[in-house]
T-cell receptor
Framework: GNSVTQMEGPVTLSEEAFLTINCTYT??????LFWYVQYPGEGLQLLLK?????DKGSNKGFEATYRKETTSFHLEKGSVQVSDSAVYFC?????????????FGGGTRVLVKP | DAGITQSPRYKITETGRQVTLMCHQT?????MFWYRQDLGHGLRLIYY???????DKGEVPDGYVVSRSKTENFPLTLESATRSQTSVYFC????????????FGPGTRLLVL
């Protein structure tokens, strides 16, 4: 079956530090990959996505590259801010006749301290 | 632009009671989804719907019922709530079923006593 594994948190960083959150996946077929972010008390928001191998998704200073050879989609940001404190979810979806169900990783909580 | 809304935002109920969580989207998206979020499990799909009157089970459907008589609404009913159904419930929608981005509602926090 399909699955997503991401590093467990919490990840605690100082402001302006470099952030990496690892995400690897297993999938039958060629998935699209997503990073969603959940700020405290809110629902999930799409942060970025990539639909094919070697695509790079980017948004708000975050980047992730779809690596088919390593089945990975690691999230990076060069200089985090306190406002980046949130839970980050890696997810995948496949084209299926029955729908584009998302498979999520367990989430990684990030805490950025001033 | 209302987007996708859920109600109630918070609910406390007792074991054995029936509870309905509402989800409404204004985009006329074809697909709608219900997830539950639990510590250590991330988000898990309960049910989804490809269109009005078309629904299908997800990963954890037991104890839940859905309906979709109108494209914009996708209510989730717990027929007889159990403590294990204490969770945060998220509704989502997407335009189609071809790797489209899903847009999430703000969530409903449910406590079953």
């Amino acid at each position: 079956g399909n699955s997503v594994t991401q590093m467990e948190g919490p990840v605690t960083l100082s402001e302006e530090a470099f952030l990496t959150i690892n995400c690897t996946y297993t999938a039958t077929g060629y998935p699209s990959l997503f990073w969603y972010v959940q700020y405290p008390g809110e629902g999930l928001q799409l942060l970025l996505k990539a639909t094919k191998a070697d695509d790079k998704g980017s948004n708000k200073g975050f980047e992730a590259t779809y690596r088919k050879e390593t089945t990975s989609f690691h999230l990076e940001k060069g200089s985090v801010q306190v406002s980046d404190s949130a839970v980050y979810f890696c997810a995948l979806t496949l084209i299926k006749a029955a729908g584009n169900k998302l498979t999520f990783g367990g989430g990684t909580r990030v805490l950025v301290k001033p | 632009d209302a987007g996708i809304t859920q109600s109630p935002r918070y609910k406390i109920t007792e074991t054995g009671r029936q509870v309905t969580l509402m989800c409404h989207q204004t985009w006329s998206h074809s697909y709608m989804f219900w997830y539950r979020q639990d510590l250590g499990h991330g988000l898990r799909l309960i049910y989804y719907s490809a269109a009005a009157d078309i629904t299908d089970k997800g990963e954890v459907p037991d104890g839940y019922v859905v309906s979709r008589s109108k494209t914009e609404n996708f209510p989730l009913t717990l027929e007889s709530a159990t403590r294990s159904q204490t969770s945060v419930y998220f509704c989502a929608s997407s335009r189609s079923g071809r790797k489209e981005t899903q847009y999430f509602g703000p969530g409903t926090r449910l406590l079953v006593l």
